[in-house]
């Protein structure tokens, strides 16, 4: 990494309700900028010293800005936060994460707050739906297994009365030579609840990272 972009969106005007609130915009914005300084410092300490670290406070909606931004700032990958509750259960109830899944167009981390931050990345699982695998996402996904000597394990669920065979052959095959120098291991489980075969075959693989590949679908 060359460059980390600090970002952070508030709104001086929230609408909505029956008077509007409008707050004071300048103080919220050096407030913020205080804030992300205190953060550039600490992360300052944890990475190369020839990295660059850019602090960006602007008054807008974070999910109306998003991809504009990333786009004039040529980034690679989005980094985000979970906190709050559990980190997967609040991404599962509906948060502004889950909001930035569904509307943005670059690499998004996730990172939830029960994370071990600074642990080596050991084990990455991919689950994956071999009826609709799509082939416009390949390139991001080889940079990040590039980006890590870790045992990469492909997971596919099907319904329990579904057939014992391995289902698309060609979406197989052509998986199985995409990832080949990786030397991934496929598993295939049954199960009706396809959120909790996953998260239960992550736990019990200690996975490091989770990598899903969001499709978005037409009316």
């Given at each position: 990494?060359?460059?980390?972009?600090?970002?952070?969106?508030?709104?001086?005007?929230?609408?909505?309700?029956?008077?509007?609130?409008?707050?004071?915009?300048?103080?919220?914005?050096?407030?913020?900028?205080?804030?992300?300084?205190?953060?550039?410092?600490?992360?300052?300490?944890?990475?190369?010293?020839?990295?660059?670290?850019?602090?960006?406070?602007?008054?807008?909606?974070?999910?109306?800005?998003?991809?504009?931004?990333?786009?004039?700032?040529?980034?690679?990958?989005?980094?985000?936060?979970?906190?709050?509750?559990?980190?997967?259960?609040?991404?599962?109830?509906?948060?502004?994460?889950?909001?930035?899944?569904?509307?943005?167009?670059?690499?998004?981390?996730?990172?939830?707050?029960?994370a071990a931050i600074g642990a080596k990345v050991k084990t990455i699982v991919l689950p994956l739906d071999l009826k609709a695998f799509p082939d416009n996402q390949t390139d991001h996904l080889l940079n990040i297994l590039g980006s890590f000597n870790a045992d990469l394990h492909l997971l596919n669920v099907r319904p329990q009365n579904e057939s014992k065979t391995i289902a698309y052959p060609?979406?197989?095959?052509?998986?199985?030579?995409?990832?080949?120098?990786?030397?991934?291991?496929?598993?295939?489980?049954?199960?009706?609840?396809?959120?909790?075969?996953?998260?239960?075959?992550?736990?019990?693989?200690?996975?490091?990272?989770?990598?899903?590949?969001?499709?978005?679908?037409?009316?």
């Amino acid at each position: 990494i060359e460059r980390i972009v600090l970002f952070h969106a508030y709104q001086s005007f929230i609408g909505g309700t029956e008077m509007p609130v409008v707050m004071e915009g300048h103080q919220i914005y050096l407030d913020s900028l205080q804030e992300l300084g205190l953060l550039h410092d600490r992360i300052k300490s944890m990475v190369d010293h020839g990295l660059t670290i850019e602090l960006i406070v602007e008054d807008a909606v974070l999910s109306d800005r998003i991809n504009s931004l990333c786009k004039e700032k040529e980034i690679d990958m989005v980094v985000m936060g979970v906190t709050g509750k559990s980190g997967l259960e609040k991404l599962l109830v509906g948060s502004t994460t889950d909001q930035m899944i569904r509307i943005i167009k670059f690499p998004l981390l996730i990172v939830y707050n029960e994370a071990a931050i600074g642990a080596k990345v050991k084990t990455i699982v991919l689950p994956l739906d071999l009826k609709a695998f799509p082939d416009n996402q390949t390139d991001h996904l080889l940079n990040i297994l590039g980006s890590f000597n870790a045992d990469l394990h492909l997971l596919n669920v099907r319904p329990q009365n579904e057939s014992k065979t391995i289902a698309y052959p060609e979406s197989f095959s052509k998986l199985h030579n995409l990832l080949s120098q990786y030397n991934p291991t496929f598993h295939f489980i049954e199960g009706e609840d396809i959120t909790e075969q996953i998260l239960d075959f992550c736990a019990l693989h200690h996975a490091s990272l989770i990598i899903m590949v969001h499709r978005k679908y037409d009316f």
